[in-house]
């Protein structure tokens, strides 16, 4: 089944770290990545840009644009994962070991439906085990 990995951070401790503070952050999670990708786990991957340059689109009809995300919360969605796990329970553990890489991030898991334009969704139940 596929997870959604939501990673959240203090966006503005993220940015005050160092070239070579990112770096050795980096390094640790991509110790992490290599083990997904090996274990045929990981899909796509993403940092996302800073929260100065998002839009929002939200309202009636065409919807308005308005600048950046807007939630009553010190902790920004800075990147998200993809994974193909077993189960939940094996979500939950690639949490943690993306945890021990990078502490002090916040990880939000969801299961998720792959759309593809044109094809019927998968049914999928609570295990994991598709229908």
């Not at 899909?43 to 939200?58: D, I, N, S, W």
């Amino acid at each position: 089944m596929l997870y959604a990995m939501l990673a959240y951070h203090v966006e503005a401790e993220v940015t005050s770290w160092t070239a070579e503070e990112d770096a050795a952050l980096m390094s640790e999670l991509l110790a992490v990545h290599e083990r997904l990708n090996a274990n045929k786990v990981l899909g796509p991957a993403a940092r996302l840009g800073g929260t100065a340059e998002a839009r929002t689109l939200r309202g009636p009809g065409a919807g308005m644009v308005i600048d950046g995300p807007f939630a009553e919360t010190k902790e920004q969605l800075l990147g998200l994962y993809v994974l193909n796990c077993a189960n939940e329970e094996e979500a939950i553990s690639i949490a943690r070991d993306l945890r021990r890489a990078n502490p002090s991030a916040v990880y939000e898991i969801r299961p998720i439906r792959l759309y593809l334009p044109g094809e019927a969704l998968p049914e999928t139940t609570q295990d994991g085990d598709q229908g």
